[in-house]
């Protein structure tokens, strides 16, 4: 099994367990940006961005086409925040988070109990080999996450795998512009090495061609794209006063770099979802 590299989920673990209020009202239940219809109304709190993250796992399970019935995989699931979300709002529904951190999937089954006729699995496994049978999923997610993957090519072919017929991936991701993506990965080695410490090992100069590459490659088609990148935008400041206010140096850098890179078009923050073919 891959080895687990994601420093700032440490220090996020750690400070959860000593109840740090803060940090459990912004990332306790989503550890991913936020999403606001009107970025002009966000307000810079983190009550305000807790409720940003929920709007964004609302738009990724409706680019899924999530309904009651299903059997659904939440791949690189976190705390269990998409999947509490699903389990709220639907029933029946069969919910199954994969992690391959087992501290995560600790605090989600902790969290995250399932309502009556509803079903909830957490495992721990590899998202690019999964602990899982052929045709077992109508709808696959990855929600923030796939840049942490060893290959996202490995994982459509996993998705594909497990997926019925029928059924459909979809995700949420920095993708790159593909227009400035050489300057892109010039600044990305510059930051190499504060990105691997801070945020482990992250892929992110994927542009959009290459997932409509991938999709074709992998036995999907690309059905729905929504670029939402201004509408994650004030997710920036608020995750950077987090850092500083916890005296995290090094990742608030890193932070206001991809804030930069956000800001200027650089990387776009995107809904996409995959039929299978």
């Not at 996202?152 to 997926?163: D, G, S, T």
């Not at 994927?206 to 074709?216: G, N, W």
């Not at 990148?229 to 920036?236: S, W």
Request: proline residues 5%; contains cysteine.
């Amino acid at each position: 099994m891959t080895t687990v590299n994601l420093p700032y989920f440490d220090s996020l673990l750690e400070e959860l367990g000593k109840e740090n209020p803060e940090l459990k009202q912004a990332f306790g239940r989503h550890v991913h940006w936020g999403y606001w219809p009107e970025p002009r109304n966000a307000d810079g709190s983190v009550a305000d961005f807790a409720k940003a993250a929920e709007r964004l796992s609302e738009k990724v399970c409706a680019a899924g086409g999530v309904q009651n019935g299903l059997r659904i995989l939440d791949a690189g699931c976190g705390f269990g925040g998409t999947i509490a979300l699903m389990n709220e709002r639907f029933s029946p529904i069969n919910l199954v988070g994969l992690n391959i951190d087992a501290r995560q999937l600790t605090r989600a089954q902790e969290q995250v109990l399932p309502r009556p006729n509803n079903t909830i699995e957490f495992v721990q496994g590899d998202a690019c080999a999964m602990p899982f049978e052929d045709n077992s999923f109508d709808i696959v997610f990855a929600v923030e996450c796939i840049f942490h993957f060893p290959s996202r090519e490995k994982f459509f072919q996993e998705a594909r795998r497990v997926l019925r017929p029928g059924g459909k991936l979809a995700l949420c991701d920095f993708v790159a512009l593909e227009l400035v993506n050489p300057i892109f990965k010039t600044v990305g080695k510059s930051f190499g090495n504060s990105i691997y410490r801070t945020y482990g090992q992250v892929k992110s100069d994927f542009t959009a061609s290459d997932y409509r590459q991938l999709a074709a490659k992998t036995g999907f088609k690309a059905s729905f794209m929504e670029d939402i990148t201004p509408n994650t935008v004030p997710t920036y400041p608020v995750v950077r006063q987090v850092q500083r206010t916890h005296n995290q140096a090094e990742i608030e850098k890193v932070t206001a770099m991809a804030e930069w890179l956000a800001r200027l078009g650089w990387v776009r923050y995107q809904i996409w979802a995959f039929d299978v073919a």
